[in-house]
């Protein structure tokens, strides 16, 4: 499995909400629009907050092993319920 290396950027900040599970990550609906994997995190991590509007803070990972889309490695969450 290659190292996950992250881009060197201070914490960033995206809103949505948890869209399930993805081929081998937990994937997250922005409100954007665009659907992302996530790191640093499980499914089961991310079952406690369905239906939940949340905000993820973290960093974009430049390499993942998620296969789906642009990876976020989460380092808090919080519910915006």
Not at 55 to 60: A, N
Not at 65 to 70: A, D, F, L
């Amino acid at each position: 499995m290659p190292a996950m290396t992250n881009t060197g950027k201070s914490f960033e900040r995206i809103v949505g909400h948890y869209a399930g599970q993805g081929v081998t990550c937990p994937q997250f609906a922005m409100d954007s629009g665009e659907t992302v994997s996530l790191s640093g995190v499980t499914v089961s991590d991310m079952e406690n907050f369905a239906n939940a509007k949340l905000t993820l803070e973290g960093t974009w990972w430049q390499m993942s092993t998620c296969m789906q889309g642009r990876d976020f490695h989460v380092e808090s969450i919080t519910n915006l319920n």
